[in-house]
């Protein structure tokens, strides 16, 4: 009888670790599905060939990444010095002030940005003088070249305008 109820709680056991595991694994590869499964940490790095905004293209004037949000558009010459300094460290590829957390997958859990795949959106620190950690200012790059700009930790966003 005790041996009976041993094996019945052992196989339960391992079927519910076999349902864990099965759906972690499903779900890692939902989230990968629109990176390729190869998720790459310079996936976002803006790249010199990137159309400015506003550029002539063609005679057609190109739109500003990001403008199609519905979000507000400010200027970077609009936002705090140290914005216009991280955007410069974005554009070089570092090095960042905080590099286990600058660079990193952003995961967009408020949905406050337009829903994208996993691993679309990188984010970065904007210094804020006087505080001892990372302070609740990022900027926010989308693989699309869109620029974002939070300076409540995420609360709320504006797209930049790196060219204005």
Request: aromatic letters at 8%.
């Amino acid at each position: 009888m005790v041996n009976r109820r041993r094996k019945r709680i052992t196989a339960a056991l391992i079927g519910l670790i076999v349902l864990v595991v099965g759906g972690w694994l499903i779900k890692d590869a939902v989230s990968d599905k629109g990176t390729g499964g190869t998720p790459s940490s310079s996936a976002a790095t803006p790249s010199s060939s990137a159309p400015a905004a506003g550029a002539d293209n063609a005679g057609k004037s190109s739109r500003l990444p990001g403008s199609d949000s519905g979000l507000a558009v400010k200027p970077l010459s609009g936002l705090p010095s140290q914005a216009k300094d991280t955007w410069g460290l974005i554009r070089s590829d570092g090095p960042y002030p905080y590099p286990r957390n600058d660079g990193v997958t952003w995961q967009n859990r408020e949905k406050r940005l337009p829903g994208k795949e996993s691993g679309y959106y990188r984010e970065y620190t904007v210094k804020t003088p006087g505080s001892r950690d990372r302070g609740a200012r990022r900027l926010i790059f989308g693989k699309a070249h869109e620029l974002y700009y939070t300076e409540d930790h995420y609360g709320s966003f504006v797209v930049v305008d790196p060219n204005r």
